[in-house]
T-cell receptor
């Protein structure tokens, strides 16, 4: 595998389910990110981890819980989500944080909450 | 609060035509990046511009950074169907702790 991988690519879950999104980067980067992408809106930064430590949490509801066991892996644990949480969830990595700014993205997980 | 405005929001043109899309802010960028996102994929970095007035070329794509580092443009010459996608700009600002601020994107469709 090369670059940034994400699984699953598609996820449909009920409001009472618990699921997890997984991201792995094969670039040797030190920083990893979770973004939410909704149609016609800018990317919303959710969390940033740098050297496994959370450095940013942009007022994300507690029903989203990140986990970063090492610099290569990032998880987003989901529970009791709302329909408005349906979106494309993108994982990204960069060499360091906050600079350099160039980020490398995975293909995303398309999440639908029913 | 810094905001990036991208225009137009949507553009549909015929293959072979030229086009320009824009990214504007009221604040000065430390640097600005352009990404392209194809359906079902994540954004892919195209270029980073840093110096006011800078021009960078990537095959048929020409990126320009404004002299005052508050705006940028992307010009595509002789557009091809493979250029179809969502074009995103993202900038970092000195007074935002260099956190990237994203525009909402220009959705570009090139018809054969």
């Amino acid at each position: 595998e090369t670059g940034v991988t994400q699984t699953p690519r598609h996820l449909v879950m009920g409001m009472t389910n618990k699921k997890s999104l997984k991201c792995e980067q094969h670039l040797g980067h030190n920083a990893m990110y979770w973004y939410k992408q909704s149609a016609k809106k800018p990317l919303e930064l959710m969390f940033v981890y740098n050297f496994k430590e959370q450095t940013e949490n942009n007022s994300v509801p507690s029903r989203f819980s990140p986990e970063c066991p090492n610099s290569s892996h990032l998880f987003l644990h989901l529970h009791t989500l709302q329909p408005e949480d349906s979106a494309l969830y993108l994982c990204a990595s960069s060499q360091d944080y906050p600079a350099p700014p160039e980020q490398y993205f995975g293909p995303g997980t398309r999440l639908t909450v029913t | 609060t810094q905001l990036l405005e991208q225009s137009p929001q949507f553009l549909s043109i015929q293959e072979g035509e030229n086009l320009t899309v824009y990214c504007n802010s009221s604040s000065v960028f430390s640097s600005l990046q352009w990404y392209r996102q194809e359906p079902g994929e994540g954004p892919v970095l195209l270029v980073t511009v840093v110096t006011g007035g800078e021009v960078k070329k990537l095959k048929r794509l020409t990126f320009q950074f404004g002299d005052a580092r508050k705006d940028s443009s992307l010009h595509i010459t002789a557009a091809q169907p493979g250029d179809t996608g969502l074009y995103l700009c993202a900038g970092d600002f000195m007074d935002s702790n260099y956190q990237l601020i994203w525009g909402a994107g220009t959705k570009l469709i090139i018809k054969p």
